[in-house]
């Protein structure tokens, strides 16, 4: 065998062990305590997400229970996401009808009736005093 | 029997008259117990209580019917007076009624505030548009531009729902009538900015 061929035998065996190492994927083993980390700072930021939303559903429930003149229901004073401290917008006047409501009737009847009064104490003035002279007459 | 009329019409009157004269006195005996109360915070703890409560839970405490629950001050018409909750005839005979389930003046919502047309709004129809109004209600003091002067008939829905804060003053018009009025004086208040202030701060 030639020394040609011995060269050829080498890189025609050694060519595809390069080769499939180049191209081997290295798989490390799971880190477990990192897995474990990663899948509950998952799990907190799903969970804040989630209460959030739930949080802003409660808000435009709120929202549209007042707007159609539906008392709310309180918030739970424990869940602390769905009552942050700078969002509560109650609006106050819930209970006013949705349509408007009449403006309360303020007609008092007071000077009506001081102004009968006087009216009736000038008619009996008049009367008592056109007896008078007849009386004397008499 | 013309004499015998005479008395009877001299006494009728005469009693009509002393049960004027007696309401006219019980509400002015009755405002200035509201003021007292005012006065004495005790008023404006309970109002602060209510609004605290309706902030946190969105419902709001009952206060009762007659209870001193704000002060409202119109220097254009001279006006110095402290609101009642209710707007029955015993509260406005004392004094301006806030209509219960609108909201506290500054609060978010229409703040509605009545009074008699013949009593403590006889000169609410000379504001006019530029006006200012001054309420205290628990502890916020909050001064008010009036923006809108309008008639209405009494059947009206003029009262309405608002998201921002609205002050709305009403009375029986006309103002100067005898007998159930046909029509309503409303006067629209909005709150002048950066000029909220903590009524405990200022005393």
């Excluded at chain 1, 559903?57 to 539906?70: E, I, R």
């Excluded at chain 2, 007696?22 to 002015?28: F, L, N």
Aim: hydrophobic letters at 45%; proline letters at 7%; one cysteine or more.
């Amino acid at each position: 065998m030639s020394f040609r061929r011995v060269i050829l035998l080498a890189l025609a065996i050694g060519i595809p062990q390069v080769g499939r190492a180049q191209f081997t994927t290295f798989i490390p083993p799971r880190n477990k305590a990192a897995d474990s980390a990663k899948a509950t700072t998952a799990v907190a930021q799903k969970t804040k997400t989630d209460s959030v939303i739930n949080a802003q559903l409660t808000n435009m429930k709120t929202w549209v229970d007042s707007a159609a003149g539906v008392a709310a229901p309180p918030l739970a004073a424990t869940d602390t996401a769905a009552a942050p401290s700078n969002t509560p917008v109650i609006v106050a006047d819930t209970a006013m009808p949705a349509a408007g409501t009449r403006a309360p009737a303020t007609a008092s009847n007071l000077p009506l009736i001081a102004l009968t009064g006087f009216g009736l104490l000038v008619v009996g003035t008049i009367l008592v005093g056109g007896a008078r002279p007849a009386r004397q007459r008499a | 029997m013309r004499k015998t009329f005479g008395y009877v019409f001299y006494i009728a009157g005469g009693l009509l008259l002393s049960f004027a004269a007696g309401q006219y006195a019980i509400g002015v005996l009755r405002a200035d117990q509201a003021r007292q109360a005012w006065d004495s915070a005790e008023a404006k703890a309970t109002v602060a209580l209510a609004r605290s409560v309706a902030f946190h839970h969105g419902k709001r405490e009952p206060i009762v019917d007659g209870a001193p629950v704000a002060r409202l001050v119109i220097p254009h018409i001279d006006l110095d007076e402290i609101v009642l909750e209710g707007v029955g005839d015993e509260e406005l005979n004392a004094g301006p009624g806030h209509l219960p389930g609108s909201a506290f003046p500054g609060e978010r919502g229409n703040a509605v505030i009545s009074a008699h047309r013949d009593r403590h709004f006889n000169h609410l129809d000379l504001l006019e548009a530029g006006d200012t109004i001054t309420t205290e209600s628990g502890a916020i003091r909050q001064s008010w531009v009036v923006v809108a002067k309008r008639v209405v008939d009494k059947d009206a829905p003029a009262l309405v729902r608002s998201i921002d804060p609205v002050l709305t003053l009403t009375t029986c018009w006309p103002i100067r009538y005898l007998g159930p009025a046909p029509e309503r004086l409303i006067v629209t208040a909005k709150p002048l900015p950066r000029r909220d202030q903590r009524v405990a701060a200022r005393s």
